[in-house]
Structure formats: structure tokens, C-alpha cells
């Protein structure tokens, strides 16, 4: 049975700019290193033996790659607005391509606008990503409510 494995690490350096006020852009500049590996072995072996597996895969040359995120966010009173996009330029190492991720989400800070301390945040994924069983897309709903001071 086929196995692959992916070794990667990143490293960052962010940079954030007020473009008006009450908005923020930000980007992450990366340099992704990558060693991809494929053989033979037990695909449904526990995580330790995979892990065993993996050390001794054929291929294992580093690849390098730059890529960025980025993000937005607008404020208004209690309002805000943002939106972020990962893996921009798509990179790939060996045949694994890391896709873009695009998330937008809004707020709604209730003290911000003269109310109570509750905030209420709704954000969502623009579009389905790959995971192991399939497609995927995350929305979410959150609400924060202080009983006591901060």
C-alpha cells in the first residue's frame, strides 16, 4: 500500500500598515521548506509505526518555496469587518499543492457601540478546502458575554 509523508516548515516575517482609519491591512511574507516522501508500507498502521514508516521513505530532496497571507480588517464603532487568504501563490512541494484558504467574518461589539459587554462574531470559509475525508467548509457562530468586570 503507497505511503506519503510531509515534512515542512515555515518561516515568517509580518508586516501590518493602517491604510485609513479603522483599516488594517496585514500580509505574511514565508519561506516554506518542504521534503515530500512516497513508498511502500501500512497505511493503517497506528500513528507510531507510521511514524517509523515515514523515516525510511524514498525521495526526501527539500524544496523551497515563498509564498504570502493576507488579511484585512475594517473597524466601525461596535462593527468589524475582516477577511484573511492563506497560501496565496499556492505552493507545492513534490506533488502536494497547498491551496489558497480564503475566511471572511464579521462582529459585533455591543459595549464598542454604547451597549452591555457582549460581542457577537459570525466567519466562514469562501471556499471548500481538501482534508483527509474530503472537502471541507468551517462556518461558525460565537457569542461572549462578561458577567463580571473585566
Known amino acids: 500500500m ?7 516548515s515555515q518561516f515568517g516575517v509580518t508586516l501590518v500598515q493602517t491604510v485609513l482609519p479603522g483599516v488594517h491591512t496585514g500580509a505574511t511574507l514565508k519561506y ?8 511502500r508500507g501500512e497505511a493503517l498502521a497506528p500513528p507510531s509505526a507510521l511514524l517509523t514508516q515515514g523515516e ?3 525521495g526526501g530532496d527539500a524544496e523551497g518555496r515563498f509564498d504570502l497571507d493576507v488579511g484585512v480588517l475594517a473597524t466601525a464603532g461596535g462593527l468589524r469587518l475582516g477577511a484573511r487568504m492563506r497560501n496565496v501563490r499556492e505552493p507545492s512541494v513534490g506533488p502536494v499543492r497547498l491551496e489558497r ?5 464579521v462582529a459585533f461589539d455591543a459595549e464598542a ?6 460581542t457577537i462574531a459570525f466567519d466562514a470559509d469562501v471556499d471548500a478546502y481538501a482534508v483527509a475525508s474530503g472537502a471541507r467548509r468551517v462556518v461558525a457562530l460565537g457569542a461572549e458575554r462578561w458577567l463580571w468586570n473585566r
Open 2 to 8: 503507497p505511503v506519503r509523508s510531509l515534512v515542512a
Open 32 to 39: 516554506l521548506r518542504g521534503i515530500f516522501g512516497a513508498g
Open 56 to 58: 525510511a521513505l524514498e
Open 101 to 105: 484558504h480564503t475566511r471572511v467574518g
Open 113 to 118: 457601540a454604547g451597549g452591555g459587554p457582549l
